[in-house]
Structures are given as structure tokens and as C-alpha cells.
């Protein structure tokens, strides 16, 4: 059974970068078969799709991040990351990490999802 | 990319059916078979129950459904169960080669 797991600092300071991990077990990031990718949402908001990478390492960023953004993937340690530089305290979310199937379009095994708040 | 249009709020009694609405435009919705909806219970991760406008995935009741007509799609749910009272987002492909959410619908069994 696939399973997905965030990881990283619950609490960011103003300006500074975002950095959290997805480890995962049950499957290789390293398939042609899928995606793997950052979706958040904000305390009683909606949920907003940040971007996914593929195997071969392309990524695919919600151009209203995209500017702030780097997904990427750790073979190695089956693990693919998200780092979102500058934030504000309007990047206070819960981060999930998700695996979507190629040539499909649906999200199909979710992290459990980590708070990160932005304060000082 | 602007998030797709969802009602905020939908409502019906057990045994009712209800649908939801996920409107975009030719760039996403209507350009692509590739709309997926996500139910969400308080504090849990989303769960895929609608994927490619009208699929079920295994494991999922088939009291839901999903359609397609232009830049619109439907989730529809038949005889509503109070286990059904929940968020629910839309999502779909884009011509940017991303993906955009709905603002998503809480729905309430009354």
C-alpha cells in the first residue's frame, strides 16, 4: 500500500524559505507511471494546486508560484521536496504531498498534510 | 490561473440528490476530459471520488457520478447520507500544463 508523509518545520519567519519533504513508501518516485506533487490550503480556505514533478525531473508549477517555487526529487531516498522562497504570512497552509498517474487526471494517494505558519 | 467556480454551499435532505456545479473555461474544463472531484472531511486529506469528468475509482459509492456539458462539469450525489456532508472540489487540467482547483462546496445533509 502506497503511503506519503510530509516533513519539516511547522513555523517559517517572514522572508524566509518553506522547505518540506514527502517521504514515500510502498512505490518508487522514480516510475515513468506518475507525478508527484504539492498541493495546499490555507486555515478554512480552499485547496490550491502548487506543482507536480515527473521522473525524469520536469516540473509543472501553478504560475502564480512559479516565480517563488522548486520541486524536486531524491531518488535515493525515495523522497521528493517543495521550497517556497519569501514567504508571507499568506503562505500559512496546510501542505499535502500527492501522487497523480500519468495520462490521467486525478490525485490519487494524499499525504496526511503538515501545518506550516508563517510568523515571526 | 484563476480557480474554477463552485457554489459555496449546497444542501439536501437524506434520500435527496444534489448536484454541484465546477464552471471554466475552453482552457481547462471545457478543453480537456480531465476533471477529478475531492471530497474533504474536517481535518483529513482529500479523497478522490469522480476522476476524467465521469469515472469512479474502486472503492467509491456509486451514488456519485460526474458529467461534462461545455465549460462546466457536475458532480452529482444520489441518496445523500449523512456520511456524505462534507467540502467537495472540482479540479482540472489546463492548457498551461498545470492543474487549477474550485473554490470548493460544502455540502450539508439537513
Known amino acids: 500500500q502506497l503511503q506519503l508523509q510530509e516533513s519539516g518545520p511547522g513555523l517559517v519567519k517572514p522572508s524566509e524559505t518553506l522547505s518540506l519533504t514527502c517521504t514515500v513508501s510502498g512505490g518508487s518516485i522514480s516510475s515513468s507511471s506518475y507525478y508527484w506533487g504539492w498541493i495546499r490550503q490555507p486555515p478554512g480556505k480552499g485547496l490550491e494546486y502548487i506543482g507536480l514533478?515527473?521522473?525524469?525531473?520536469?516540473?509543472y508549477y501553478n504560475p502564480s508560484l512559479k516565480s517563488r517555487v522548486t520541486i524536486s526529487l531524491d531518488t535515493s531516498k525515495n523522497q521528493f521536496s517543495l521550497k517556497l522562497y519569501s514567504v508571507t504570512a499568506a503562505d500559512t497552509a496546510t501542505h499535502y504531498c500527492a501522487r497523480k498517474k500519468s495520462g490521467s487526471g486525478w490525485f490519487d494517494y494524499w499525504g496526511q498534510g503538515t501545518l506550516v505558519t508563517v510568523s515571526s | 490561473q484563476s480557480a474554477l467556480t463552485q457554489p459555496a454551499s449546497v444542501s439536501g435532505s437524506p434520500g435527496q440528490s444534489i448536484a454541484i456545479s465546477c464552471t471554466g473555461t475552453?482552457?481547462?474544463?471545457?478543453?480537456?476530459?480531465?476533471v477529478s472531484w475531492y471530497q474533504q472531511h474536517p481535518g483529513k486529506a482529500p479523497k478522490v471520488m469522480i476522476y476524467?469528468?465521469?469515472n469512479r475509482p474502486s472503492g467509491v459509492s456509486n451514488r456519485f457520478s460526474g458529467s461534462k456539458s461545455g465549460n462546466t462539469a457536475s458532480l452529482t450525489i444520489s441518496g445523500l447520507q449523512a456520511e456524505d456532508e462534507a467540502d467537495y472540489y472540482c479540479n482540472s487540467y489546463t492548457s498551461s500544463s498545470t492543474w487549477v482547483f474550485g473554490g470548493g462546496t460544502k455540502l450539508t445533509v439537513l
Open positions: 475552453s482552457s481547462d474544463v471545457g478543453g480537456y476530459n480531465f
Open positions: 514533478i515527473y521522473y525524469t525531473g520536469s516540473t
Open positions: 476524467d469528468v465521469s
